[in-house]
């Protein structure tokens, strides 16, 4: 500690912060040595201490694959099923940085099942690493990876041709490898792609060049990493800036945080709000270590204006002069990345930026092989599947074509109900902008019409099995409202299939189709003024989800109508459970398809031990009792 600098150490940190930071992912098939390569960096850049390199070499030992030399890849696969099984399952994550540069690396798998780890480590890359095993060649993963890393925007892509040391370092070998690679990878959109003989075991041209490959005269692993451009065309994109934060700690200031997702924002600069079209001046703009002049592509700042707009979390400030595109409707590159396939009219939440909105997928257009790049027709997405889909929000959204801007053309889905990411994906163009689409003004509204007929307007929505009762109580409740001089309309899960919904069958997406288009038409009537009482099974909570939310608050009151299977199965009033039973109706829920109960319901009735009667007149309290009638 006597010859500790101070000076000498803040120059140090000082160096480390301006340093660049790539980051990178590995990819291949199984066994084409990923960890091992990654390993080899760490261990050669000297990013390890002296314990690591001894648990190293003890686990080298006991896990090891590679005889009596260290197996680098267990530094990367930390998971005890992955030592056990010599491969990679998760995304593992490692930083590591020489004197030009700063380093995080993805270790992705290479079993196809966990495609989706590979696309998650891809997201946020700014190069890949293709790894081929010389042995083998161009492999089924290599085609899949490598068209998943173009589609999820990695421009610029190193070829790795691993194991070379088992093919007697062989220049023919690699050649051959390399005209295969470049002839499938020709339709991707590949900037540059860098082909590196290496031994990832034995470390040759990863950081240092190898004796026995001379014939090769590119750069090592290490020198490319440390050199090849991947931030330039960031920062001359046109300006992005999605707020993360309205930053207000006190009266007198107020500003906007964020990381500037492309371009550079400066001081006086003229901003507008993409999807209001406000405008204003950049007053200043604010970093921890004070403020400056200008700030560009990663740079996490505070923005201030000039004038006093409306902006909130979610809002995307651009350039004045480079406005995107605003739609609600799209078509788009998706990768599903859950178990349970997607369905189509179904409501996710659709993250992009900052921005959450609600939507759904209306339509697949197909899927594609992504080892041959054929179009298939499909009807659903399953685990690991790549489609090309129409999706519709909610409302209106600022972006970039993926291609253009990944940070504002790229989103992820996630599941409303379990809140677990499903898919993620690419917008590729707007299939109809906004602006060219516009509520119609009108004078009378569903309030104004409402107080005519001395009701508020809602949705009376009752669920449950069939069988449970639920059309028999909703048609008393009709009976007893229109005794009251209450204006109403009834929309049956039965009636409704004879006409609106007649083309629709049982299936799951068809199901969500049909309580979408219901939900919809409740909606007009609620528009109108009226009561409206929907009778559906509608199984699935995300669907009464979606039907709620198309509704102010408070417009729509969901009624569990609570009859057990048994005894609703016993009354059968249609036959219906018989069939289900003997196999003669397919997806009939309760018996091959299941039913989720509601879990917070306004009113749960009390199907199977309690008359109709009784339960109508408990809804038709709690309309009163809350200011329906």
Excluded at 419 to 439: C, E, Q, S
Aim: proline share 4%; aromatic share 8%; charged share 25%.
């Amino acid at each position: 500690m006597d010859n500790f600098d101070p000076a000498a150490f803040a120059e140090y940190l000082s160096r480390q912060e301006r340093k660049d930071l790539l980051r990178f992912l590995t990819c291949g098939s199984v066994d084409d040595g990923k960890s091992t390569l990654i390993g080899r960096l760490l261990y050669d850049t000297k990013l390890l201490f002296e314990d690591q390199l001894a648990t190293l070499q003890k686990d080298s030992t006991k896990h090891g694959t590679v005889g009596e030399d260290i197996d680098f890849a267990l530094l990367v696969d930390g998971l005890e099923a992955e030592r056990e099984q010599g491969i990679t399952i998760d995304v593992a994550y490692r930083f590591f940085a020489t004197e030009k540069r700063k380093f995080i690396v993805a270790d992705t798998p290479g079993h196809e099942q966990y495609t989706r780890n590979m696309a998650t480590g891809a997201s946020n890359a700014d190069l890949a690493i293709i790894l081929i095993d010389a042995r083998k060649g161009v492999l089924t993963q290599t085609r899949r990876h490598s068209y998943i890393a173009s589609l999820l925007g990695i421009r610029n892509v190193v070829l790795a041709i691993n194991k070379i040391d088992l093919v007697d370092y062989s220049k023919d070998v690699f050649e051959t490898i390399l005209a295969d690679y470049n002839s499938f990878s020709s339709d991707l959109a590949f900037e540059t792609i860098q082909p590196i003989p290496m031994s990832a075991r034995f470390g040759d041209n990863v950081t240092q060049r190898g004796d026995k490959l001379t014939w090769y005269d590119g750069p090592t692993l290490l020198e490319h990493l440390e050199t090849v451009d991947v931030r330039s065309d960031q920062i001359e994109r046109p300006l992005r800036f999605p707020v993360q934060w309205v930053n207000r700690p006190n009266l007198d200031f107020r500003g906007y945080s964020g990381t500037v997702a492309s371009g550079t924002v400066s001081v006086g600069e003229e901003l507008v709000v993409a999807a209001s079209g406000r405008t204003s001046t950049v007053k200043s703009i604010v970093t921890y270590d004070g403020e400056k002049e200008s700030a560009i592509a990663g740079e996490a700042v505070t923005v201030t204006l000039a004038d006093e707009i409306d902006i909130s979390r979610g809002d995307l400030l651009c350039d004045a002069s480079q406005r995107p595109e605003v739609a609600d409707q799209f078509s788009a590159h998706l990768i599903w990345m859950h178990d349970e396939p997607l369905v189509p009219g179904r409501s996710y939440q659709f993250k992009i930026g900052t921005k959450s909105v609600s939507g759904s997928v209306t339509d697949i257009k197909y899927n594609v092989d992504v080892n041959t790049f054929q179009h298939l027709a499909a009807k659903k997405v399953g685990l690991n599947e790549v489609s090309v889909v129409n999706l519709s929000f909610r409302e209106p959204i600022a972006f970039d074509p993926y291609v253009d801007n990944p940070a504002t053309g790229g989103f992820i889905v996630i599941d409303r109900l379990s809140n677990l990411t499903v898919g993620a994906g690419m917008i590729d163009f707007a299939l109809r902008r906004a602006a060219n689409i516009h509520w119609q003004a009108v004078d009378l509204d569903k309030q104004r019409r409402g107080e005519a007929l001395g009701q508020r307007p809602a949705v009376i929505w009752l669920t449950g099995l069939s069988g449970a009762g639920k059309s028999t109580v909703s048609n008393l409740v009709e009976k007893r409202l229109f005794s009251m001089g209450k204006h109403t309309y009834l929309l049956d899960g039965d009636n409704v299939r004879h006409g609106l919904n007649r083309d629709l069958g049982f299936t799951e997406a068809d199901r969500v189709e049909n309580i979408r288009r219901v939900a919809e038409t409740a909606r007009l009537f609620v528009d109108a003024g009226l009561i409206v009482l929907c009778s559906f099974i509608s199984p699935f909570r995300s669907e009464r989800r979606m039907a709620r939310d198309i509704l102010d608050p408070g417009e729509f009151v969901e009624v569990f109508v609570d009859t057990p299977l048994h005894v609703a199965e016993k009354r059968d009033p249609k036959g219906l459970y018989k069939k289900a039973r003997l196999g003669q109706i397919k997806n009939f829920t309760g018996i091959d398809s299941p039913y989720e109960r509601p879990e917070n319901p306004e009113i749960t009735l009390a199907g199977a031990t309690t008359s109709p009667e009784v339960l109508a007149d408990q809804v038709v309290e709690y309309l009163r009792e809350n200011g329906y009638i």
